[in-house]
């Protein structure tokens, strides 16, 4: 309990700190950036970048078109996965979140399991690595296959893959994606999940761009599972969504972002520039350059 003395001293502390020249300085924002913005870029340019650009880490979706990150030759051995940590080490760099392409929702017991193993292999890759997050996909809501049934079958997936996870400290991220990008489906999906090593990640243009839910109102909703967001902008041409660089476009980021620092959020705010699916859009050294710059106003 804060007593009035207690107040009356620690604020004299504070100023008389700021009479002899001591500054307090806001804590740093957590920005990083998805290698889905540069497709075609080795690692050692990926980590050039983010160190000269201020960025804190890299979320990794990919070396050089590869996918599936047990292929890539940085991680294809425990020699090299180590050799791959430490050149992280050495340039201050963290890898936030490895980005598998697995889906949960399909009721194909072949497709399904082949989905729940390539979870599993990021995951291993995800400890080894020291990462602490590993994405999947809902994904989908097929027309053909019962709703509830799809509902109940991305559940237990991620819960499967959340007590897989539990042996270390990698958490399982649902990223809000493909047809479930609705506050109250993600809710229910998130507490028939519910695990310690289960979390969200929220990508607020994904949802917003379809279902115009007030970013406050999905926070509210969502705040107890949200581990991790993805930034991006772009306006909504004829239906369908053009990608812009950050404050060039339509996207509530104030609105969002406000609620995430209001809410105590303390995680990684980063940058999914979707180059790799759009290469009409700019260039990657244009766009992570940009973003540290214009993030700023929305975090300050």
């Known amino acids: 309990m804060t007593t009035r003395r207690t107040f009356l001293k620690t604020t004299a502390g504070l100023a008389g ?6 500054t307090f300085k806001k804590a740093r924002p957590r920005l990083a950036f998805s290698t889905l913005g540069c497709p075609k870029w080795p690692l050692s340019q990926i980590i050039k970048t983010a160190t000269t650009e201020g960025y804190e880490a890299i979320e990794i979706r990919g070396i050089q078109g590869e996918l599936f990150l047990p292929k890539c030759p940085e ?5 090299r996965i180590a050799e791959t940590r430490k050149v992280f080490a050495d340039n201050k760099l963290k890898i936030c979140n490895l980005g598998a392409s697995a889906a949960l929702h399909d009721a194909d017991q072949t497709k399904r399991q082949k989905n729940l ?5 990021f995951i291993d890759l995800a400890q080894q690595l020291d990462c602490p997050y590993v994405r999947v996909f809902p994904n989908d809501l097929p027309k053909n296959q019962d709703r509830e049934k799809t509902i109940n079958l991305i559940s237990d997936g991620l ?3 959340g007590q897989y996870a539990r042996k270390g400290k990698t958490t399982v991220l649902l990223e809000s994606h493909g ?8 809710l229910r999906i998130m507490t028939q999940a519910e695990h310690p090593n289960v979390g969200l990640i929220w990508d607020i243009f994904n949802m917003w761009s379809v279902t115009k ?3 406050a109102e999905v926070y509210k909703t969502l705040q107890k599972y949200i581990r991790h967001t993805h930034i991006k902008d772009g306006n909504i041409v004829e239906g369908k969504t053009a990608y812009t660089l950050v404050g060039k476009g339509v996207a509530p980021l104030k609105e969002a972002i406000d609620a995430l620092k209001a809410g105590g959020y303390k995680g990684y705010y980063s940058f999914e520039w979707e180059k790799m699916w759009h290469p009409e859009i700019a260039e990657p050294e244009i766009a992570f350059a940009d973003y540290p710059k214009a993030i700023r106003p929305y975090l300050d």
């Open 75 to 79: 991680f294809s051995t425990p020699a």
């Open 213 to 215: 839910e007030p970013p």
């Open 117 to 121: 193993d390539e979870a599993k292999r």
């Open 159 to 161: 819960l499967e893959l």
């Open 179 to 186: 047809q479930v990008i609705w506050k109250d489906v993600l």
């Open 17 to 22: 700190a700021a009479a002899l020249g001591f």
